[in-house]
């Protein structure tokens, strides 16, 4: 269990370092040519192409098992840390209450990158179901 949750944390650091960067790409260039939905519709691809990379190379590295039990305590902590930063970001960093972090997610794009985040942490599961197959 201890080798899951720490996969989870290694996992939720590096995609959300990797995250951040795409964010202000598509914030400052991409966003001003092309519009925030077609933005996020660019981005998502890319990062969940990225989590699912991160995530097969940090099971391998920290031995996250071929059970099913580890890898949800690995997806779920990393998506449960996630959403504690970005509402952590929301408040600390652009002056956002909590309650109009989550009403925000009414908006298409916010709905879409949470749907993104939720694949985020069921990648590890995932590549148990691929592999599997």
Do not use: C, D, N
């Not at 996992?11 to 790409?25: C, K, P, Q, R, T």
């Not at 690995?74 to 959403?83: E, N, W, Y």
């Not at 504690?84 to 408040?91: D, F, I, K, P, Q």
Request: glycine share 12%; proline share 3%; no cysteine.
């Amino acid at each position: 269990m201890q080798t899951a949750l720490r996969a989870g944390i290694a996992y939720f650091a590096v995609v959300f370092a990797a995250g951040f960067v795409l964010g202000v790409l598509r914030i400052l260039v991409v966003i001003p040519k092309l519009g925030e939905l077609t933005a996020v519709l660019i981005e998502l691809p890319v990062i969940l192409a990225l989590s699912w990379w991160v995530s097969r190379w940090l099971t391998a590295r920290f031995g996250v098992g071929g059970t099913m039990g580890p890898r949800l305590v690995m997806g779920a902590v990393a998506f449960g840390v996630l959403m504690v930063a970005e509402a952590g970001m929301a408040v600390l960093l652009f002056g956002r209450s909590l309650s109009q972090h989550f009403a925000g997610y009414r908006e298409m794009t916010a709905l879409i990158g949470l749907l993104g985040q939720i694949v985020f942490g069921l990648i590890p599961v995932m590549q148990l179901w691929v592999s599997r197959k």
